[in-house]
């Protein structure tokens, strides 16, 4: 008995003298001087629940404050009326154990303790998991905050599934966590779902500790989100400890980037290095000559290159002009670059078959050319390290896949100019088919630029689907002398579904089409692997993910313009072209506007590329909105 309570003294001490090295509290936290300058809202009992003890982190008043450290280790000397009151609680605990429950406010997902101190200090000494409680919750009285918007979403859940382990550092990690298990937040969960919950995260936070997981900045559940994304076919329960921890080590990197702050995620390359801008002047021998002594790779050693299409060039135009980029590194690199393709690869048994197949074959890299395949993407890179995968996308932090894809919103500046120009009811419409990253910039660039032409232009915005034929009847009838559609239509089947067109007497007539240069692109990728600079992008020494992010400077998007457009149409188009390629115009600098108000005044400089690609807002003369994740099941990352 006494020397129990001498070894949690000691820890105590231990603890109390850590917190002032560390400048923090050294005693536990009172609920009382927490929340005394803080709005309030109701409370609410809860029940008995068994709760766990590492959320208990304090007392309700500052009675016993003192007697305990920081940790609720006891620190009053042995000889005192408290210490033998703890080794008696102490001897009951390790002979029949205590049943009363203790007393608790939950606010803020954690406990402070009403009735039961010292309860609460044995069990923690003899790392106990949970502790009985009767639980009264303190709601916050405001919800402005990100901390008091997590715990609503916490709230929210422990409706519906009452486990107070489960804890997210994310806004809307509890609706990701319920769709990947079939539910929701709004239908209480049947137990058994419930108790499959528990057990699996149990298992997990096991594996999670045993890999080295607390020295990071996420929480178990945290790391249980990235650890479903990538082996979401697997059932945690089923799987051994070893496995997990070894699962863990592998996508290790993608953990530590789930615990930094987003602008701290990604490294946007926004252009390519200047070895890899050199271009020979012939497009075989001259290539051959051009990378003699700069790479370990020649006709006999190639660098090998497979590209996975979701669906068949023959139906998708997108798969169809990632493959004729494809084309083009065989014709360019004339037998150092060597590439296999495969189609259709949209089931993903079939997009692990054709990864499978690629490594056999001595893949070096491996493009996925939709941002729908990341998912699978990012499981084979953990599974194959030594191979290189790059998916077409932006915005996604993955260490483990990089990510490319084009400022299509510097074309869309320059449609929304040429739409302005052409208009002759001030009605331009633009349609858009997903809610994707980047979808936000496209369209308030093609906005901003229709405004320089008609300060009086309204860009009348629709999203979804439109059946072949259907886009032009439903713009006439929003009353739309000229319209947009997607950047690429989905399939061949409606090539009025994409580019710029006019309204005349019910007929389509083309404009101007942006154009991406894929050959271009996977060239400018290539270069950076062949000069052997792809190391050279991000520092190793923070772990961050890389997104190529090349616009027209680059070479890699551009615009058509249809036959017969007025040679002046075009030069004024191309002016505003030469000055977004030199730098001097950015649709997003100076004086902007939305439709809630003023983004930023005149004198700015251009918004980091950053928030361009997280954009949320719309421009002032935009008519229409943004979609909501829960009404648009369209809307996904990009």
């Given amino acids: ?123 923690k000494f003899l790392d106990a998991p949970t502790v009985s409680a009767k639980v009264t919750r303190l709601y916050p009285g405001t919800w402005d905050s990100v901390e008091s918007r997590l715990y609503g979403e916490f709230c929210a859940f422990w409706r519906v599934c009452p486990l107070y382990e489960i804890e997210f550092s994310r806004e809307g990690s509890y609706e990701t966590l319920a769709k990947m298990l079939g539910q929701d937040l709004v239908e209480k969960w049947p137990q058994k779902k419930v108790d499959y919950l528990r057990h699996t995260f149990l298992l997990f936070k096991r594996a999670y500790l045993r890999a080295g997981g607390d020295h990071l900045d996420i929480t178990p559940a945290d790391a249980m989100l990235v650890y479903l994304n990538v082996y979401n076919q697997d059932r945690l329960l089923d799987t051994p400890t070893d496995i997990v921890v070894n699962r863990l080590c592998k996508i290790w990197r993608e953990l530590v980037i789930a615990g930094k702050n987003d602008e701290d995620k990604v490294d946007l390359v926004e252009a390519p290095s200047v070895d890899e801008e050199e271009a020979p002047a012939k497009p075989t021998s001259g290539v051959l000559n051009f990378f003699m002594g700069k790479t370990v790779y020649s006709a006999a050693n190639p660098l090998r290159i497979a590209f996975i299409h979701e669906y068949p060039c023959a139906t998708s135009s997108w798969d169809s002009l990632h493959d004729q980029g494809r084309q083009y590194l065989d014709e360019h690199f004339g037998g150092i670059v060597r590439t296999e393709a495969f189609e259709d690869c949209h089931d993903p048994d079939v997009f692990y078959a054709a990864v499978e197949t690629a490594v056999k074959h001595g893949a070096n890299v491996i493009f996925s050319t939709s941002h729908r395949l990341m998912e699978y993407t990012l499981r084979a890179a953990v599974e194959y390290p030594q191979v290189r995968f790059l998916n077409c996308s932006i915005g996604l932090p993955h260490q483990s896949v990089r990510s490319y894809f084009g400022k299509m919103y510097e074309a869309k500046f320059l449609l929304g100019a040429l739409a302005a120009s052409m208009a ?115 520092d190793d020494s923070q772990v961050r993910a890389v997104n190529y992010w090349y616009g027209m400077s680059s ?12 040679y002046q149409t075009r030069k004024l188009v191309q002016l505003l072209r030469n000055g ?59």
């Fill in 1 to 123: 008995m006494e020397e129990a309570y001498r070894q949690a003294r000691k820890r105590g001490e231990q603890g109390r003298r850590h917190a002032i090295s560390q400048s923090e509290h050294p005693y536990l936290t009172d609920l009382d001087s927490l929340v005394a300058q803080l709005p309030l809202g109701q409370r609410e009992s809860v029940g008995l629940r068994d709760i766990p003890l590492e959320m208990v982190v304090g007392t309700v008043t500052k009675g016993r404050q003192s007697a305990f450290s920081c940790n609720f280790m006891p620190l009053l000397p042995f000889s005192t009326e408290f210490a033998r009151k703890w080794s008696n609680l102490y001897d009951i605990q390790v002979t029949e154990g205590y049943r009363d429950p203790i007393i608790v406010t939950e606010f803020m997902h954690r406990f402070y303790v009403q009735e039961g101190n010292k309860r609460v200090s044995v069990l």
């Fill in 580 to 638: 977004i390629v030199e730098g001097s115009i950015n649709p997003f600098g100076g004086e902007l506007h939305s439709q809630d108000g003023v983004v930023q005044i005149e004198g700015f400089p251009p918004l980091p590329s950053t928030q361009i690609v997280e954009m949320d807002w719309l421009a002032d003369n935009v008519v229409g909105t943004i979609p909501q994740l829960d009404d648009e099941p369209k809307v996904r990352a990009l």
């Fill in 424 to 538: 002759d009811n001030h009605r331009i419409g633009y349609h858009a088919s997903v809610f994707a990253s980047g979808a936000l910039s496209e369209i308030n660039a093609f906005a901003i630029g229709a405004s320089l032409l008609d300060p009086r232009a309204q860009i009348i915005l629709t999203w979804g689907d439109v059946p072949a034929g259907g886009l032009a009847e439903a713009m006439c009838r929003e009353g739309a002398s000229v319209m947009t559609g997607a950047d690429m239509s989905k399939s061949l089947e409606d090539p009025t579904a994409y580019g710029l067109h006019r309204l005349v007497d019910g007929k389509v007539v083309g404009i101007a089409m942006p154009v991406w240069n894929w050959g271009r692109y996977y060239e400018l990728i290539v270069r950076s692997l062949l000069h052997g600079t792809w190391d050279e992008t991000s």
């Fill in 555 to 566: 070479g890699v998007i551009d615009i058509r313009y249809a036959p017969g457009l007025p």
